[in-house]
């Protein structure tokens, strides 16, 4: 069974550009989770989506976005790019619980 | 505020012994308790859930949860070198899972 999976794996981008990352959930999962981890830190939670609907959001501005599909995939859209936006974005998918991971991607603001 | 705490370490346990790990949880209400070890620069992995007061082993982990003190535990037996990682405690409820700060294990040969 393939796990979570999540694109591009890292990302280089600079102050004020645009990014979308990417992520599919383990077949049969409808809720998809994202967070974000600085280096060093704990993660901190993003946003939940579970039937195509976002179902909480974590204390992160409005350029922090996403959605989902209706084959339960995700995507999370950051705006206008800081150079604290450093860090492992991870999605987490599950059909009621536990969470489990993907990979992650790794974004670097210059 | 829902919290969950965790002591964030470094907790250095010789190798062959038990590491311990502890977590404490605000929300009476909560249902699920889980565990997860993440290496650095990995993802969390999932290593162990449990759901009703009392012991669940798996292999070298067991997992202890007491409602009433609202705390959960992780011990590690017979601890190897790969077990060094930092080791998430998350909570859930009905409507989401929260996740501790972690705790950095490191395993001294």
Same mark, same amino acid.
């Given at each position: ?110 | 505020?829902?919290? @969950? ?66 705390? @959960? ?17 998350? @909570? ?18």
């Amino acid at each position: 069974e393939a796990g979570v999976t999540q694109s591009p794996t890292h990302l280089i981008k600079t102050r004020g550009q645009q990014v979308t990352l990417r992520c599919s959930p383990i077949s049969g999962h409808t809720s998809v989770y994202w967070y974000q981890q600085a280096l060093g830190l704990g993660l901190q939670f993003l946003l939940w989506y579970d039937e195509g609907e976002e179902r909480n959001r974590g204390n992160f501005p409005p350029r922090f976005s996403g959605r989902q599909f209706p084959n339960y995939s995700s995507e999370l859209n950051v705006n206008a790019l800081e150079l604290e936006d450093s860090a492992l974005y991870l999605c987490a998918s599950s059909f009621g619980q536990p969470q489990h991971f993907g990979d992650g991607t790794r974004l670097s603001i210059l | 505020q829902k919290e @969950v705490e965790q002591n964030s370490g470094p907790l250095s346990v010789p190798e062959g012994a038990i590491a311990s790990l502890n977590c404490t949880y605000s929300d009476r209400g909560s249902q699920s308790f889980f565990w997860y070890r993440q290496y650095s620069g990995k993802s969390p992995e999932l290593i162990m859930s449990i759901y009703s007061n009392g012991d669940k082993e798996d292999g070298r982990f067991t997992a202890q949860l007491n409602k009433a003190s609202q705390y @959960v535990s992780l011990l590690i037996r017979d601890s190897q070198p790969s077990d060094s990682a930092t080791y998430l405690c998350a @909570v859930g409820g009905d409507d989401k899972i929260i996740f501790g700060k972690g705790t950095r294990l490191h395993i001294l040969p």
